[in-house]
């Protein structure tokens, strides 16, 4: 397993092999883009390409957690590249739905995930060469966020950051602090030596960037589960923070891509491709920040 740190974002992009045959699956890949210049490029999925041939591995899957608020998924472009299906969970349908409606799509705009090749269930399985791996339902952050479970490693996302850094928001249209504490109690659930994989790190106090944690140590150190043990603690406190905190910069920007399977929006008559900003559509306006 190795992780690609996408510093300008602050996510982590895996990709995660089966050391008996090679085979690989990549999670929560990364296209960039800048807001300042409007543009977007492929560097980070390509270094992951790099990194897939130069191993000689077999790259089987391109895998999301769920549609990201602060960045665009490449899953598209890295399926238009290599041929190999993307994933996600099967409740994307729900927050396509829901964000249609935000930017007022055109109905040509399916909501049914046909712009992935597979859509998971909770408890579904499938394998990466040999590995066996299970599907967490997940939400909380979105409607739709999933988890991966391989062996003794779960690739958590927006869930549980590192022990010092808390857990995901849970305030962007569709996302819920209630079902963030049901999600979180099912990963803790998981035996303890498990190996935890969060999606983001944003360095606090400018540590190096870390990613990788376990259940035991998320019991420990973790403030947002030791000091709020109960679900309306916990949700009491999610919602406090998460009115503090202003939007991410790239929601508006990312969710029309993220809907779309990764892919940017189609060319208009000039032959240029343009973002659609909804105006007034979200609260959690902080202007003072
Ligand atoms: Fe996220």
């Keep these: ?7 300008p974002t602050g996510s982590i992009q895996y990709v995660v ?8 699956a990549i999670i929560d890949p990364v296209l960039d883009f ?12 390509d270094a992951l390409l790099a990194h897939i041939e ?3 591995y077999e790259l089987e899957w391109i895998l999301d957690t769920h549609p990201h608020a602060d960045h665009f998924s490449a899953a598209g472009y890295l399926h238009d590249k290599t041929g190999v299906p993307t994933a996600i969970g099967e409740k994307v349908v729900d927050v396509q ?10 109905d040509t705009f399916r909501t049914d995930g046909s712009q992935w090749d597979r859509l998971f269930a909770d408890g579904e399985r499938f394998r990466i060469g ?3 791996v299970e599907v967490m339902f997940t939400p909380g952050h979105t409607l739709a966020s999933i988890a991966y479970r391989i062996g003794d490693a779960a690739f958590i996302h927006d869930t549980l950051f590192m022990p010092d850094s808390g857990s995901a928001r849970a305030d ?4 819920s602090a209630y079902a963030l504490w049901r999600s979180i ?3 803790m659930a998981l035996p303890d030596e498990t190996r935890l994989f969060t999606g983001h790190d944003y360095r606090p106090d400018g540590r190096e960037a870390a990613w990788e944690s376990t259940v035991a140590r998320q019991r420990a150190e973790k403030p947002h589960l030791v000091e709020t043990p109960t679900e309306e603690a916990f949700v009491r406190m999610r919602d406090a923070r998460d009115r503090e905190l202003p939007m991410p910069k790239l929601i508006l920007h990312s969710l029309q891509v993220n809907i779309r399977g990764g892919r940017l929006p189609e060319p208009e008559a000039d032959g240029r491709r343009y973002l659609k900003i909804p105006l007034d559509a979200l609260d959690g306006t902080a202007w003072g920040e």
């Design 1 to 7: 397993m190795t992780s690609f740190d996408d510093e």
């Design 34 to 45: 800048d807001p300042k210049s409007g543009a977007t490029a492929t560097r980070s999925a």
């Design 54 to 56: 130069r191993e000689r």
């Design 17 to 24: 092999t089966d050391p008996e045959t090679k085979s690989c």
């Design 185 to 187: 109690q099912r990963i």
């Design 97 to 106: 739905r829901l964000w249609k409606g935000l930017y007022d799509l055109p």
């Design 130 to 132: 040999d590995l066996d």
């Design 172 to 175: 962007f249209p569709g996302g």
